[in-house]
């Protein structure tokens, strides 16, 4: 079956280096692959979206990769602040087009 | 534009009662889907509906839930006689149009509604 794995141990960085996160899957080929941010109590919010075709996607200080032969997507915060501070959640295609895969997300942590 | 919004946010029943869970999509948004958080667990998908139509409900359990969208008002999930193991965060979704053919793809989220069964 479909499966989706991410750091579940928190990763604590200091303001101002870059944050990697890493999303890997196995058993299938999703088309396409969003990213997620969700703060304690509250839904998740939409950040960016890759497709298979795509190698990499920025937006502000976001990038994410997507390496189908690795079966493996990155995330990257680049100049991070404590702002960014929240759990961060891979979400590839699921068995159908409309459906997504979540990950259990991996918690981020900027110390000033 | 209001974005989705679910209510009740907070929800506690005891064992056997039944919850209902509301949901509103964002102004124009013909799609919704529900999901499942379970603690320290990823969303799960539960239910696809558009406008008075179950599209998916493959990931809805077979007995004691069940998911509407009617033509006017919000969509409602239902689960009746909750045991513990109900016990979670629901978040809806909604869409302008079918997710993979959205210029971004993107599913907004309303807050969630958490479910506590006693």
């Known amino acids: 079956s479909q499966k989706i794995e991410q750091n579940s141990e928190a990763l604590n960085i200091q303001e101002g280096k870059t944050a990697t996160l890493t999303c890997n899957y196995t058993?299938?080929?999703?088309?396409?692959l969003q990213w997620y941010r969700q703060d304690p109590g509250r839904g998740p919010v939409f950040l960016l979206l890759?497709?298979?075709?795509?190698k990499e996607k920025r937006k502000e200080r976001l990038k994410v990769t997507f390496d189908t032969t690795l079966k493996q997507s990155l995330f990257h915060i680049t100049a991070s602040q404590p702002a960014d501070s929240a759990t961060y959640l891979c979400?590839?295609?699921?068995?159908?087009?409309?459906?997504?895969?979540f990950g259990s997300g991996t918690r981020l942590l900027v110390r000033p | 534009n209001a974005g989705v919004m679910q209510n009740p946010r907070h929800l506690v029943r005891r064992r056997g009662q039944e919850a209902r869970l509301r949901c509103s999509p964002m102004k124009g948004h013909s799609h919704v889907y529900w999901y499942r958080q379970l603690p320290e667990e990823g969303l799960k998908f539960m239910v696809y509906?558009?406008?008075?139509?179950?599209?998916?409900e493959s990931g809805m359990p077979k007995e004691r839930f069940s998911a509407e969208f009617p033509k006017e008002g919000p969509s409602i999930l239902r689960i009746q006689q909750v045991v513990r193991g109900d016990s979670a965060a629901y978040f809806c979704a909604s869409s302008p149009t079918e997710l993979y053919r959205a210029n971004t793809g993107e599913l907004f989220f309303g807050e969630g509604s958490r479910l506590t069964v006693l």
């Open positions: 979400a590839p295609e699921g068995d159908s087009s409309y459906k997504l895969i």
């Open positions: 058993n299938y080929s999703p088309a396409y």
């Open positions: 509906l558009q406008k008075e139509n179950i599209i998916d």
């Open positions: 890759i497709r298979e075709n795509e």
